[in-house]
């Protein structure tokens, strides 16, 4: 693909940076058309390289991947020497010596590391960690409100870092999911701080990488595709509802790669923006803030699962004895069941008319993008792009619910707004005769279907097993047929499968690699990489416990010895997981 120099409207810039920038590529341009006629005398190469700067991420889904190279970007214009690295890159010893770092991170699952900073901060906050005296640094960290622990990781760099001595040059950012704006301007006033102290000139010295590299699709930018193939995989008999969905790129631009994620724009359910505009008595015609009640309930705001600040305000203003236990007993897990099944509309009809329809927009939080893991390799459908979506859909109180994107997906989707979200540390091995496993259950299976036609398309050599599982073989086995013929055909090599309630016992996939744990453990000492995807709260756990399991029985260790081999998979990114 081409490459275009333009800066999209969502790069860290302000508007002076923009205009310096755009006067940059005029006046060389310029330059340029003036000195073709005349070759510009020898002269000596007076480059000399800027302060170091490493900036460090950690990341589940690359949010945070992509602020730190948009950071990158800004910092090489402003004459630094920049270095972008994962926190799975770097040793504390090396860390130590840095003299300027800015970190930016998420926040996993419910105030966790994500994956790939978890080893770097274990030697962080260990007693043994060195003083940091000479460390100049900054976080910004990525969350969601919606979550408890809140941008938790972020926020125990930020403090583990002082506590060993180390300068904060500007206080930590915690941004929600609306998160560009927030981390442009702690990028720059980061930067601005650095400047000084580092001898930067403050003065861009090229245009910024990210400018010129980018397809231009993002969140604020998607592109509008054509859902072209709905299809249901499960069977009649089963109590999902599971569909391979296929986006046509047409001539978007987009450059996709096995391991991907897909961020589709969805938009909300037209029943429930029509009852929630009966509440307030008005047509989804009505103009609030400037534009119609039914376009900011459609398209802007979350609608379904209610925001914190709404329910907050609700407990307030009406006399609702078990809500305000509820929210007052600040047990997480009590607020969760009573959520279970409640959307916006539940918790409005406890607060009855005392919520005007402009309060009530200000209380609920933008609508997000949701991403799925690609199904399918780029050399075997380089036009499109393939999900596998399970559709939720249950009753409450009377009325229909339903997944928001997956059912918008499966019954209003003819068209949508996409943009892709890249996982480099989620990928096929570039040694094609590395032995791969793969632990995929329910539509966890995704990737590894895009894995296995990348390995087919390239003709690896390497041995490829996939550990598959749901309940119920004769409706849950998707993608059965695709399997049979990789199996028929060498590619995939060993396939395990767990029907958990086919048999009087529940079956997993844990079971299964339990069960075959010496054949694992040879293949991993055969430099085998170990794959996860699907459920974080649960089957992410119990297949880590497995492995560890299997490397501890297998391998003659004890416990601190099995972690430490599993940790050193994940140093060498031979285990890595796309949990959700």
């Given at each position: 693909?081409?490459?275009?120099?333009?800066?999209?409207?969502?790069?860290?810039?302000?508007?002076?940076?923009?205009?310096?920038?755009?006067?940059?590529?005029?006046?060389?341009?310029?330059?340029?058309?003036?000195?073709l006629?005349?070759?510009?005398?020898?002269?000596?190469?007076?480059t000399?390289?800027?302060?170091?700067?490493?900036?460090?991420?950690?990341?589940?889904?690359?949010?945070a991947?992509g602020?730190?190279?948009?950071?990158?970007a800004?910092?090489?214009?402003?004459?630094?020497?920049?270095?972008?690295?994962?926190?799975?890159?770097?040793?504390?010893?090396?860390?130590?010596?840095?003299?300027?770092?800015?970190?930016?991170t998420?926040t996993?699952?419910?105030?966790?590391?994500?994956?790939?900073?978890?080893?770097?901060?274990?030697a962080?906050?260990?007693?043994?960690a060195?003083?940091?005296?000479?460390?100049?640094?900054?976080v910004?960290?990525?969350?969601?409100?919606?979550?408890?622990?809140?941008?938790?990781?972020?926020?125990?760099?930020?403090?583990?870092?002082?506590?060993?001595?180390?300068?904060?040059?500007?206080?930590?950012?915690?941004?929600?999911?609306?998160?560009?704006?927030d981390?442009?301007?702690?990028v720059?006033?980061?930067?601005?701080?650095?400047?000084?102290?580092?001898?930067?000139?403050?003065?861009?010295?090229?245009?910024?990488?990210?400018?010129v590299?980018?397809?231009?699709?993002?969140r604020?930018?998607?592109?509008?595709?054509?859902?072209?193939?709905?299809?249901?995989?499960?069977?009649?008999?089963?109590?999902?509802?599971?569909?391979?969905?296929?986006?046509?790129?047409?001539?978007?631009?987009?450059?996709?790669?096995?391991?991907?994620?897909?961020a589709?724009?969805?938009?909300?359910?037209?029943?429930?923006?029509?009852?929630?505009?009966?509440?307030f008595?008005?047509?989804?015609?009505?103009?609030?803030?400037?534009?119609?009640?039914?376009?900011?309930?459609?398209?802007?705001?979350?609608?379904?699962?209610?925001?914190?600040?709404?329910?907050?305000?609700?407990?307030?203003?009406?006399?609702?004895?078990?809500?305000?236990?509820?929210?007052?007993?600040?047990?997480k897990?009590?607020?969760?069941?009573w959520?279970?099944?409640?959307d916006?509309?539940?918790?409005?009809?406890?607060?009855?008319?005392?919520?005007?329809?402009?309060?009530?927009?200000g209380?609920?939080?933008?609508?997000?993008?949701?991403?799925y893991?690609?199904?399918?390799?780029p050399?075997?459908?380089?036009?499109?792009?393939?999900?596998?979506?399970?559709?939720?859909?249950?009753?409450?109180?009377?009325?229909?619910?339903?997944?928001?994107?997956?059912?918008?997906?499966?019954?209003?989707?003819?068209?949508?707004?996409?943009?892709?979200?890249?996982?480099?540390?989620?990928?096929?091995?570039?040694?094609?005769?590395?032995?791969?496993?793969?632990?995929?259950?329910?539509?966890?299976?995704?990737?590894?279907?895009?894995?296995?036609?990348?390995?087919?398309?390239r003709?690896?050599?390497?041995?490829?097993?996939l550990f598959?599982?749901?309940?119920?073989?004769?409706?849950?086995?998707?993608?059965?047929?695709?399997?049979?013929?990789?199996?028929?055909?060498?590619?995939?090599?060993?396939?395990?499968?767990?029907?958990?309630?086919?048999?009087?016992?529940?079956?997993?996939?844990?079971?299964?690699?339990?069960?075959?744990?010496?054949?694992?453990f040879?293949?991993?000492?055969?430099?085998?990489?170990?794959?996860?995807?699907?459920?974080?709260?649960?089957?992410?756990?119990?297949?880590?416990?497995?492995?560890?399991?299997?490397?501890?029985?297998?391998?003659?260790?004890?416990?601190?010895?099995?972690t430490?081999?599993?940790?050193?998979?994940?140093?060498e990114?031979?285990?890595?997981?796309?949990?959700?």
């Open positions: 693909m081409s490459k275009i120099a333009y800066i999209p409207e969502d790069a860290p810039f302000n508007e002076d940076q923009r205009a310096w920038i755009s006067g940059f590529l005029a006046g060389l341009h310029s330059r340029l058309a003036m000195n006629a005349t070759p510009p005398p020898a002269v000596a190469d007076q000399t390289p800027g302060p170091a700067l490493r900036i460090l991420y950690g990341t589940q889904t690359g949010n991947e602020v730190a190279n948009d950071a990158a800004a910092a090489k214009s402003q004459g630094f020497d920049v270095k972008v690295s994962g926190l799975d890159e770097i040793e504390l010893d090396e860390f130590a010596g840095l003299s300027y770092v800015l970190i930016v998420s996993y699952g419910e105030g966790e590391m994500p994956d790939n900073a978890e080893l770097f901060w274990e962080l906050s260990s007693s043994m060195p003083r940091l005296e000479s460390v100049s640094f900054s910004l960290a990525l969350g969601d409100t919606s979550y408890d622990g809140f941008c938790q990781a972020g926020k125990l760099f930020d403090m583990r870092l002082e506590q060993l001595g180390a300068q904060r040059v500007v206080p930590r950012v915690d941004c929600d999911v609306d998160f560009e704006n981390a442009a301007e702690w720059q006033n980061a930067l601005n701080a650095l400047v000084p102290t580092s001898g930067a000139t403050g003065t861009p010295s090229t245009p910024p990488p990210s400018a590299a980018r397809s231009g699709w993002t604020k930018n998607p592109f509008v595709a054509e859902l072209a193939v709905n299809r249901l995989l499960s069977g009649p008999g089963s109590d999902k509802e599971i569909r391979h969905y296929e986006f046509a790129l047409a001539d978007s631009g987009i450059e996709y790669e096995a391991g991907d994620a897909l589709i724009i969805p938009e909300n359910d037209p029943a429930l923006v029509g009852a929630i505009a009966e509440h008595r008005m047509s989804v015609d009505t103009t609030v803030n400037g534009e119609p009640l039914g376009d900011l309930l459609g398209h802007r705001y979350e609608i379904s699962a209610p925001s914190k600040d709404l329910l907050g305000e609700v407990e307030s203003r009406a006399d609702n004895e078990e809500l305000s236990h509820v929210l007052r007993g600040g047990v897990e009590t607020l969760e069941r959520l279970y099944g409640k916006v509309l539940d918790v409005l009809r406890i607060a009855g008319d005392d919520l005007s329809v402009e309060e009530f927009i209380l609920l939080k933008p609508l997000q993008h949701r991403a893991s690609i199904s399918s390799s050399l075997a459908h380089p036009d499109r792009i393939h999900v596998t979506v399970a559709a939720v859909r249950y009753q409450a109180m009377g009325r229909l619910r339903g997944g928001v994107c997956s059912t918008f997906l499966a019954d209003r989707g003819a068209t949508a707004k996409i943009f892709l979200q890249p996982n480099k540390s989620f990928r096929v091995p570039a040694d094609d005769t590395a032995p791969v496993i793969m632990v995929g259950p329910g539509t966890g299976v995704a990737p590894f279907r895009a894995f296995l036609q990348e390995r087919a398309q003709g690896a050599a390497g041995r490829n097993w598959f599982g749901d309940q119920h073989r004769e409706h849950d086995f998707v993608y059965a047929d695709e399997l049979a013929g990789w199996q028929s055909s060498g590619v995939l090599n060993r396939l395990e499968l767990a029907f958990s309630r086919d048999q009087a016992e529940k079956i997993y996939v844990q079971t299964r690699m339990l069960e075959h744990g010496k054949e694992l040879a293949w991993l000492q055969d430099g085998g990489h170990f794959y996860v995807c699907g459920d974080a709260t649960r089957m992410a756990k119990d297949v880590d416990k497995a492995l560890h399991d299997v490397v501890g029985v297998h391998g003659g260790m004890d416990a601190d010895a099995a430490e081999y599993v940790n050193s998979l994940k140093r990114k031979r285990y890595v997981r796309d949990v959700y």
